[in-house]
């Protein structure tokens, strides 16, 4: 199984749930690959934003190996599930899909945790006290995934 992670920078928001999904998939002992990427290319080979690294830090997940890049149509076809964190990063991506295969490989993350409300993971990036927010929500979005596709 391979997954892919994606929300606007790939600074804050999917750096957090790759590491967060990781980690589950090694206590779980399965054999899948976990990725992330943004929409945008702004922070292309950054580092995730120091917030991010340290609120992960603070639940013993590391950060520090992932470096941002670019959504790609590619992507399409190398993963097998594609979670975007928002209503406009799953707008984007679908832009790319061209298949149906492509189309079903994508879904709101937090749809994982109640499906069909299409709720957002925000934005924590201008509001410092959002990040922790922002990982109670896709630590528990993780858990649902591994909960249904393992």
């Not at 209503?87 to 709101?108: D, G, L, P």
Request: proline content about 3%.
């Amino acid at each position: 199984m391979r997954v892919l992670m994606v929300c606007l920078g790939n600074i804050c928001r999917s750096p957090l749930a790759e590491g967060i999904l990781k980690a589950k998939i090694k206590k779980a002992g399965l054999d899948w690959s976990v990725d992330s990427a943004g929409t945008g290319g702004w922070h292309v080979g950054e580092l995730p934003d120091s917030r991010s690294i340290a609120i992960a830090k603070t639940k013993g997940i590391d950060l520090t190996d992932q470096r941002a890049r670019q959504f790609e149509a590619e992507d399409l076809d190398d993963f097998d599930l594609i979670f975007a964190m928002d209503s406009s990063n799953y707008t984007n991506i679908m832009r790319f899909a061209k298949t149906e295969t492509q189309k079903q490989k994508v879904q709101m993350i937090m749809n994982m945790v109640q499906p069909g409300y299409n709720q957002s993971v925000p934005d924590p990036y201008y509001d410092n006290d959002g990040f922790a927010l922002v990982y109670e929500m896709l630590d528990k979005a993780c858990d649902k995934i591994i909960e249904e596709y393992a």
